[in-house]
């Protein structure tokens, strides 16, 4: 190994940090238990990835399924990480659907062509995944950890999802259910900056409006309703995905300040949560104006 040039850098001043523009690795790969034994290197790889989906969208690098794709070769893996040949192989192969994690699928074109990428989303776990992570990723995780609220499913609608099988011996539909769960529970927390929320508005707030995005992202319902219309599961769920600290604090606020009576209160925190993720900037502007302007 090459020894290490030792350099003088400048301190940053003032506002100097944010001129820089970053990559972006996913904070659930770095805290998910299932994502622990990924490599370092497999995890920067798959960063990398995201970032060249912004130019897959500009070049219409779109299948007849809408499906993006995007290019990035062995040699890109080999530059990027500054790895030999054969680590550079070993990354891809520990990111793809057949050997490794699956989150990238690749598809090979033929004739001289790229092999193209297919990067799968972190975020949207299927339940064949929770069957291949498996109960023992899970067995040991503890809900109280980090004072998550206990899973009650008598509380939820899936009371009710395997009713008809009560008779049978085998409980696995339901433990499937609990892990898929933990997992959503997880990457919500970590979306959510959990910990800093709890610290500001307590335990119980918080995994309130948790569970009602829990609720949505696992039903097994088509639709679901906001803001007095059906919208399809999938969609909902998407967008619950996409909420961070900020769209719960701001929907926390606004339920505070808020003097409507409301009937069904469930019903509309699943709004005003849905709609967080299109409002909370016109919100904030709004805010800054009467503040700058009176």
């Not at 990559?23 to 790889?45: C, E, G, N, Q, W």
């Not at 918080?206 to 999938?234: F, H, W």
């Not at 009937?263 to 104006?289: E, G, K, M, Q």
Request: aromatic share 10%.
């Amino acid at each position: 190994m090459a020894k290490i040039i030792s350099l003088t850098f400048e301190y940053f001043y003032g506002s100097e940090a944010e001129q820089f523009s970053f990559y972006r690795i996913p904070k659930i790969l770095m805290t998910a238990p299932h994502f622990k034994k990924l490599s370092s290197d497999a995890k920067i790889t798959y960063g990398l990835m995201l970032d060249r989906m912004g130019l897959s969208m500009k070049n219409g690098w779109i299948d007849n399924e809408n499906k993006v794709y995007i290019f990035f070769t062995l040699d890109d893996v080999q530059a990027n990480i500054n790895c030999s040949h054969t680590t550079g192989v070993k990354i891809l192969a520990e990111l793809d659907v057949k050997n490794g994690i699956g989150l990238i699928e690749r598809e090979k074109q033929g004739q001289g062509k790229p092999t193209r990428i297919y990067v799968k989303n972190f975020n949207s776990l299927q339940n064949k995944n929770v069957h291949r992570f498996g109960s023992a990723d899970f067995q040991n995780v503890d809900t109280n950890k980090n004072n998550y609220s206990q899973i009650n499913l008598n509380d939820t609608e899936y009371q009710s999802i395997h009713q008809a099988e009560t008779a049978r011996p085998t409980a696995a539909p339901q433990s499937d259910m609990i892990i898929k769960m933990e997992i959503y529970r997880e990457i919500l927390h970590d979306n959510i900056d959990y910990e800093n929320l709890v610290c500001g508005y307590g335990v119980e707030k918080v995994n309130e409006y948790v569970q009602l995005m829990l609720d949505v992202i696992c039903s097994k319902k088509g639709t679901v309703r906001i803001d007095c219309a059906d919208y399809p599961i999938e969609i909902v769920k998407s967008r619950f995905l996409k909420l961070d600290q900020s769209h719960i604090e701001y929907v926390i606020d606004r339920m505070a300040k808020s003097t409507t009576k409301v009937h069904n209160i469930r019903s509309y925190l699943l709004t005003a949560l849905y709609n967080s993720y299109t409002s909370i900037d016109s919100y904030y502007t709004a805010v800054v104006n009467h503040d700058l302007y009176g």
